[in-house]
């Protein structure tokens, strides 16, 4: 029996599993091209004042919401101990403020998971759905994050 051909679908897969592995070997090459059409992400700096920090979440909230279709009510940024982001039922949106020290891609990402719940107020298929849709490399940048928990709180390097 000859072999299968492989779908669209997992080719796609194969590539961008590739395209991550030589991104985490290769930073260098991979930090000046944007990983999706739309705004130059915000120029990566060792750490950024509390005017800078708001105007970065609001730069992406603004891009993101109009990709995805929704229109957040407000965005507050939080010190918060334990989670990267909420969106309440009011549709208000919350970060924690520690993502201003993270690249630009993994900012992009929470701004996108907790956009999505403006769609899917829930973590359900049709949620990740939505994030896939904007972010195919979410599970990638979930792992930074949770490798990365203690650099962003100054208190570790980054892995």
């Not at 679908?9 to 739309?38: H, N, T």
């Not at 750490?47 to 407000?74: I, N, Q, T, Y």
Request: proline share 9%.
């Amino acid at each position: 029996m000859p072999p299968e051909t492989p779908t669209a679908a997992a080719l796609l897969q194969d590539v961008r599993g590739f395209l991550a592995g030589l991104r985490q070997e290769l930073p260098e090459v991979f930090r000046r091209m944007p990983l999706r059409p739309g705004p130059p992400p915000a120029p990566e700096r060792p750490s950024r004042g509390k005017d800078d920090v708001r105007e970065l979440f609001e730069a992406r909230v603004k891009h993101w919401s109009a990709a995805m279709g929704v229109s957040p009510r407000r965005v507050f940024l939080k010190n918060q101990r334990t989670l990267w982001g909420s969106c309440s039922t009011r549709g208000n949106l919350n970060f924690n403020r520690v993502l201003g020290q993270a690249p630009a891609e993994v900012l992009d990402y929470v701004v996108i998971h907790e956009l999505a719940h403006l769609k899917e107020m829930n973590h359900s298929r049709r949620f990740w759905a939505v994030v896939e849709g904007f972010c195919p490399e979410q599970k990638e940048r979930r792992r930074w994050l949770r490798r990365n928990v203690a650099l962003l709180r100054g208190r570790g390097p980054i892995c």
